[in-house]
């Protein structure tokens, strides 16, 4: 073997070895995973990414916000991600049937995804248990609403027979129905009217949709002294109560119990005076954000697969109490 031969053989050999250093601290220092949400302007969301943002400068990984409020727009956020080199991205999507398409552009480009709030439903209706997720249990905290509702019954003394329930419904999302199911089953089993629960379907899991769907559901039954609305979240539950005001309802007349314990709810409880909205179930969007984005970012650098499915607990909120869980849930 001639001299210069050997030497750029060594070269070679040298320059193949930094180059390879150099990956390594590549891969390490450029993780990059994108966070799509639903809904971007949600106070829910903007803390879920938020956590998630804070984590990724905490542990030296980028996180890339992105909304995907259709299907086009998630799409879209994909390829963006994909351009930019990320290896994988967390998200609640616009609509849980979006789950194999979503699945099938992030494999196109070998990216991870897992969902947090909403789970992917797959061809046969079933969630996809192939993506990890993590989520509310759905069920859970559902009771939980129909059993403060009905404390709160209780203690003003009302008789369930001049009692309506505005249940606001999004049966498309299989975690709203849990929610609702479970608080509508807590209020059976206290003893509510079956026949004074009126439904009113929403077109989508915010308040404008909730307060176009609650309306018409007071002028039908105008002839009930009282009122307690649920909902899938507080937000929706912020639409019926907005709706039963403009009816005409004073907040004494109602009792709304949401779900999520985010910036809506405390814009409520900081009101001077009480309204309708009686409390909320606080789940930490915080966690969500931090667990999901941590659960990815494991995955994508040590290759350990999160857990198919993790359910997380809620804590009833009221305007005597906010401040304190506010802090403990660290919201
Ligand atoms: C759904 C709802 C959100 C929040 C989340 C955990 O995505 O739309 O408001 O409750 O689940």
């Known amino acids: ?53 804070k984590l990724g400068e905490e542990e030296g990984f980028e996180v890339v916000r992105l909304a995907g409020e259709d299907g086009q727009q998630v799409l879209s956020a994909i390829d963006n991600l994909n351009s930019q080199g990320a290896q994988g991205f967390v998200i609640c999507p616009p609509d849980v049937r979006l789950g194999p398409a979503i699945v099938n552009r992030a494999e196109q480009y070998g990216m991870k995804v897992v969902t947090v709030d909403d789970q992917f439903v797959g061809p046969d209706g079933k969630p996809m248990a192939s993506v990890p997720h993590l989520g509310m249990s759905g069920y859970k905290i559902g009771r939980q609403v129909g059993n403060a509702i009905a404390e709160e019954m209780k203690a003003r003394g009302w008789d369930p027979e001049n009692v309506a329930a505005l249940r606001i419904t999004n049966y498309e999302l299989p975690t709203a129905k849990e929610r609702t199911d479970g608080a509508t089953d807590a209020l059976l089993e206290s003893g509510f009217e079956k026949a004074n629960i009126f439904d009113a379907p929403q077109q989508n899991t915010d308040t404008s949709s909730a307060f176009a769907a609650a309306s018409p559901v007071f002028s039908k039954h105008g002839d009930f002294e009282h009122w307690v609305i649920y909902a899938l979240n507080e937000e929706s539950v912020l639409g019926g109560v907005r ?63 999160p857990p198919a499915d993790t359910q997380t607990t809620g804590t009833l909120m009221t305007r005597d109490n906010w401040k304190q869980v506010r802090e403990d849930l660290n919201l």
């Open 1 to 53: 073997m001639s001299l210069t031969h050997t030497l750029s053989r060594l070269a070679l050999g040298v320059g193949l070895t930094l180059g390879s250093v150099g990956l390594v601290q590549a891969a390490d220092d450029d993780v990059k995973i994108g966070f799509i949400v639903k809904k971007p302007e949600q106070a829910w969301f903007i803390n879920e990414q938020d956590a998630a943002t």
């Open 243 to 305: 709706a039963s005001e403009q009816y005409g309802l004073s907040p004494d007349q109602v009792i709304g119990v949401g779900i999520n314990g985010s910036g809506a709810a405390f814009a409520e409880f900081s009101r001077e005076k009480p309204t309708g909205f009686y409390g909320t179930v606080a789940v930490s969007s915080t966690m969500h954000g931090r667990q999901s984005a941590e659960n990815l970012y494991e995955w994508i650098t040590d290759g350990k697969k």
